[in-house]
């Protein structure tokens, strides 16, 4: 596959009550060297019948040549979006009867996707990372990782989208801001061109842009059918004047129908021989848009027959790097995002080291002594550390959401796999996990006059180590499931209060009914809390110390204290075991989950 080209014979999309389903004739991309045209042909069956049945797209006929731009206009609910996302094959192979042929051959959209470029109307990127950041990452991911390479296209990227001045500054978001609107829009442009396609599909390029952020955004676009003969398809609602006579061709669409397909020149021959008078003030396409129903509809060619069997197709992706590669630049992307959220960095970091200090100083009147105060003091000290632990660990959920969207856009066109991701976003945790560990750990050991000794330290601090690699790879599953932060949270809440709930501190596991014994065995804070103790009290010098006394002698001593709560020193180490794999498990769980999403939206 080389440069796409033509399109025949296509379908259209109905919906049956609430059910959208698209079903097609031929949707077909005709790929040759050097031949840039493309061109659809929508022709939809009959309704069947069904009265609660409505057509989305019918008898779209259209034609977009190279080095030209084809506007896709119309009122809302006109089928724009829905025609763009048949042409870049987003639309599910589920929803389309028929046959979507590239080269007289079932179009495979994974690699037609590949060979093209296609821009939402929403911006999806890192606010967080610089114009030439954004863009160099993403050449690295979609040509090949060498730097060298991908530093010399961002270059000459930059000066062609006009994007010298701002370079180095942040894309920004709400707050803080960063650059423009219509320098955002540029940089979504530049991201879905940095591989130089043939083929530019983009959904509103000027939505929310003043008129002369606009112009320069479509004025952008034509300097690239110009110099670079590529063919773009964009849909828009009213442009202005300057903008409409940057395009080439317009189709204009009413209900998901075609009423117009040429220039503009056209348009308003049509609207005259109709008997409209254009006042001077309007543009011909704005007051074309009013008066839809005035002009006749386009005649529909001949259905091509149905098949049943359609032919297979191959799916697979080439990636332009290896796993390696991807783990390495991906892996540097979430660095840099980490290091410059300083909600999620100087504030983990510093909570963890206030929070140390604090309670060391809350637990050191604590004495040593053996009485059973002191050991349900201590007891609580395990307990409220698991819970302040694993409640502060939420606040990853609003960076692995943001991720989320652009993860699934960057995989649907191949530049990376999902593995690697997952890969590259634990490896980088784990070091940044263990930083905020130490910064808690060794104030609060020490201050609260835990078992001086170093192992016992060193054993506490990989606990803790593994409690907040076990919760955040919880989130980060959650994160892939839920829709959005207000759900995640809140269901990150309600399992860490039942996990608590179940770990054995308010409820011992024989008097836990048996019908919610599994939620024992599943909570975060059984198998830490049941480490703490062992720690503290087991080992040979736990045996011999006492735990509790009455007068001189000693009634309770740490061996027999651990019996009674159903714990051997064997499980010191199985526990950390059983903590692995949870911290392995919710990661793969967690890939499992945006496997299978984005290969629903690739396919």
């Known amino acids: 596959m080389e440069l796409p080209v033509k399109a025949a014979d296509s379908g259209g999309v109905c919906r049956k009550t609430t059910q959208y389903r698209i079903e097609t004739k031929k949707l077909s991309y005709q790929l040759h060297p050097q031949v840039h045209e493309l061109s659809w042909i929508c022709c939809w069956g009959s309704s069947n019948g069904t009265k609660s049945q409505r057509y989305i797209l019918r008898n779209v006929d259209c034609v977009a040549k190279p080095g030209e731009i084809t506007a896709i206009a119309g009122p809302s609910g006109a089928g724009k979006t829905t025609l763009l996302e048949v042409l870049a094959g987003l639309v599910p192979h589920s929803r389309i009867s028929g046959r979507v042929l590239v080269n007289d051959k079932p179009m495979n959209a994974p690699s037609f996707r590949r060979v093209s470029g296609y821009v939402t109307q929403d911006d999806a990127l890192f606010p967080l990372l610089t114009v030439e950041e954004t863009l160099l990452y993403s050449a690295r991911l979609r040509i090949c990782g060498d730097l060298s390479v991908a530093v010399a296209r961002v270059r000459d990227l930059i000066k062609e989208l006009g994007l010298d001045r701002v370079a180095r500054s942040r894309i920004g978001g709400d707050c803080p801001r960063g650059i423009s609107g219509g320098e955002k829009r540029r940089v979504s442009i530049g991201v879905e061109v940095v591989h130089d396609p043939a083929v530019l599909l983009i959904d509103e390029p000027t ?10 955004v479509v004025s952008l676009l034509k300097s690239m059918v110009v110099n670079q003969g590529k063919t773009i398809v964009l849909t828009i609602h009213q442009p202005g004047f300057r903008i409409l006579a940057l395009f080439d061709q317009i189709v204009l669409l009413s209900n998901g129908i075609v009423l ?14 109709a008997g409209h008078f254009i006042p ?14 005035s002009l006749d509809v386009q005649s529909s060619v001949a259905v091509t027959e149905d098949h049943d069997e359609e032919e297979k197709q191959d799916n697979r992706f080439f990636y332009p790097n ?13 660095c840099n995002n980490i290091f410059r959220t300083k909600q999620l960095f100087a504030a983990r970091t510093i909570q963890a080291l206030v929070a140390g200090f604090v309670l060391g100083t809350i637990f050191m009147n604590v004495s040593n002594n053996s009485s059973w105060v002191t050991l349900q003091t201590r007891m609580g000290f395990f307990a409220f550390t698991l819970t302040f632990l694993l ?7 609003p960076i692995f959401l943001q991720e989320r969207r652009i993860l699934m ?7 990376y796999r999902v593995s690697s991701y997952v890969i590259a976003n634990t490896l980088v945790f784990i070091p940044f996990l263990l930083t905020v560990t130490l910064l808690y750990s060794i104030p609060v050991y020490w201050l609260v006059g835990l078992r001086r000794e170093i192992d016992g330290f060193l054993y506490f601090s990989l606990v803790v180590w593994l409690v907040v690699l076990m919760a955040n790879s919880f989130v980060a599953c959650f994160s892939a499931l839920v829709p959005n932060f207000i759900t995640g949270s809140s269901m990150i809440a309600g ?3 039942s996990f608590f709930l179940f770990s054995g501190y308010f409820i011992s596991k024989k008097n836990i009914p048996c019908y919610w014994i599994f939620m024992h065995y599943l909570s975060l804070f059984k198998y830490p809390f049941e480490s703490f103790l062992i720690n503290e009290y087991g080992g040979e010098k736990g045996r011999m110390r006492c735990v509790q006394s009455v007068g001189r002698f000693c009634v309770l001593y ?20 059983v903590m692995l794999v949870f911290f392995f498990g919710y990661r793969l769980l967690c890939f499992l989950i945006m496997w299978y999403k984005c290969c629903r939206t690739r396919n």
């Open 322 to 334: 290896s796993q390696f590669e991807e783990v390495l630049i991906l892996g540097q992307r979430f």
């Open 391 to 397: 409640s502060t660990t939420t606040e990853g959920l």
């Open 495 to 497: 399992f860490m209060g």
């Open 409 to 415: 856009r960057e995989t649907s066109r191949g530049a």
């Open 558 to 577: 740490g061996d027999e204290f651990l019996k009674q709560q159903g714990l051997k020193d064997s499980q010191k180490w199985s526990n950390l075991g």
């Open 260 to 273: 117009h397909h040429g220039s503009l020149d056209l348009l308003e021959e049509r609207l005259i021989i």
């Open 280 to 293: 001077r003030h309007v543009n011909v396409l704005e007051f074309a848009i009013d008066v839809t129903e």
């Open 207 to 216: 939505s929310g842009l003043d008129s002369g952020s606009a112009f320069h």
